[in-house]
């Protein structure tokens, strides 16, 4: 039986809260989103990570440790993609640097697990485990490093984690690394993938069994967004790595299993209720690099139905949604379609990320649960992303 401590009501509830200012409705875009960027090298960086969902004392700790770590290779991803079109634009050395700090997080990921090729979900260092880990997310999926004592890894990856790992290191590689840092891109994706394939297109954790959401594999019934992502990851790959066999085994999921064909069903249309926002957004990187990569005029149709698909449902879309704005900028590259209608350019210039919160915890004890009040909040690196990818494409203007 659980028994509930008292509430935790000793000073500010407030404390440890960010001094990072926090932008204002009122600012223009570019402040805003500059603003955005100093919170997130601030109270989400974790040593070249993003924690996606950061807790301030007293439920959190100073530094940003204490909070949601399922998706931080995802929010990380974004900043660093983020972060490549803003060099793209700039060509400022300060914000190549920024992009190198998060590469090197992304690529301790998988030196904390002590698997060449096998990437963590998150990390953090510490002896101990933190309450977070007992329920923010499967408590048996972190693991204390044997690679990097004194840090805890997460792991049971997911088919969202691989895209987002081949869509960041892509855009890195392809916009914004030098070469020393392209071949340490090329190489992760090469050790990365190659696993993938030597366990039968399925992520395969640590004890041997499939992840949850780790199923790409001919073998076994997946969603056809599963096969759209492998598609892509393989393409990216061999873009990178220039070895034969991530195009073999890209051309084999064509030809034998017609992985061409079942990718045109990754967007769900109907019914309504099983539409998922989120989903767009990993088929969104998917499209993004095999329409730029592919030169098969076949399969260009293919990847093209495909968006069409998705724009039939988001162009009906109304913002709400933090990668709304996103999807209308990457549909027009790809498409050359003008889709920016006075009301998309007036949703662009009017985007607000997620605001500062106090919320209640319940942490974990000895005698129970402990009730804390204390200051949570999510990053805005998704935002970022889409401000410098239409800032790279001249679709953004630099004065809004």
Not at 289 to 304: A, G, H, N, T
Request: with cysteine; charged share 25%; glycine share 6%.
């Amino acid at each position: 039986m659980i028994i509930s401590c008292l509430v935790l009501c000793a000073g500010d509830s407030s404390a440890g809260r960010s001094d990072t200012a926090f932008p204002k409705r009122t600012d223009p875009l570019h402040v805003r989103i500059e603003r955005y960027e100093q919170i997130a090298r601030t109270d989400h960086w974790n040593e070249g990570l993003i924690l996606p969902r950061v807790i301030f004392p007293p439920a959190g700790l100073d530094r940003p440790v204490v909070g949601g770590h399922a998706d931080a290779l995802d929010e990380t991803g974004h900043l660093l993609v983020g972060y490549c079109y803003k060099y793209a634009v700039t060509k400022d050395p300060a914000d190549r640097a920024v992009a190198d700090q998060l590469f090197d997080g992304i690529a301790r990921l998988e030196t904390v697990t002590g698997v060449p090729g096998w990437i963590a979900r998150s990390c953090y260092r510490s002896d101990t485990p933190l309450w977070h880990e007992a329920v923010l997310w499967y408590p048996m999926e972190w693991h204390a490093s044997t690679a990097m004592p004194g840090y805890r890894w997460m792991g049971d990856l997911s088919s969202d984690k691989f895209t987002s790992l081949f869509y960041s290191l892509g855009i890195y590689w392809e916009f914004c690394a030098d070469a020393a840092h392209q071949q340490r891109a090329a190489d992760l994706l090469d050790r990365f993938i190659g696993r993938v394939i030597d366990d039968h297109f399925r992520l395969v954790d640590l004890d041997g069994k499939m992840t949850l959401w780790g199923n790409f594999s001919p073998d076994l019934p997946h969603q056809p967004l599963n096969s759209l992502e492998m598609l892509a990851g393989l393409k990216v790959c061999h873009r990178l790595s220039g070895k034969a066999r991530f195009d073999q085994a890209y051309r084999m999921l064509i030809n034998r299993y017609h992985y061409d064909d079942h990718q045109l069903e990754s967007k769900v249309i109907w019914p309504q209720e099983w539409r998922n926002r989120w989903d767009d957004n990993h088929a969104a990187k998917s499209l993004y690099m095999l329409l730029r990569y592919e030169e098969d005029r076949s399969l260009l149709i293919k990847y093209r139905m495909n968006l069409n698909r998705h724009w039939h449902v988001w162009r009906t879309h109304d913002f709400s949604f933090e990668c709304d704005a996103l999807y209308v900028l990457l549909y027009q590259v790809l498409s050359g379609e003008n889709v920016l209608t006075p009301e998309r350019i007036r949703g662009i210039q009017d985007l607000w990320g997620f605001e500062r919160h106090e919320s209640e915890f319940r942490i974990p004890c000895a005698q129970g649960v402990r009730r804390v009040r204390a200051m949570e909040q999510k990053s805005n690196c998704t935002l970022i992303q889409t401000y410098w990818f239409g800032r790279y494409y001249g679709l953004i203007d630099p004065s809004w």
